[in-house]
């Protein structure tokens, strides 16, 4: 893989009639410009439902495989 780097990088060196060097200052210019931005996200606004008092009784938010069979099944198991 590395090889084949070194082919490409030195392929459009040649293109750009630049040296090697010229194209490794470039690429790890831009990437270390890169690493230094952080993507700012937008908050994500979650839904809440306010209807009801919560969790149905027997509900355990830690036993996934429960969760699930309770949803596939649209109800209390």
């Known amino acids: 893989m590395q090889d084949e780097l070194l082919r490409r990088a030195k392929e459009v060196a040649a293109q ?33 439902s306010r209807s009801g008092d919560g969790l149905l009784p027997g509900i355990d938010l830690d036993d996934s495989a429960n969760l699930l069979d309770r949803m596939e099944n649209d109800g209390p198991a």
């Open 16 to 48: 750009r009639d630049t040296t090697l060097t010229a194209i490794l200052e470039q690429a790890l210019r831009e990437w270390l410009d890169h690493q230094g931005r952080k993507k700012r996200r937008r908050p994500v606004a979650l839904p809440v």
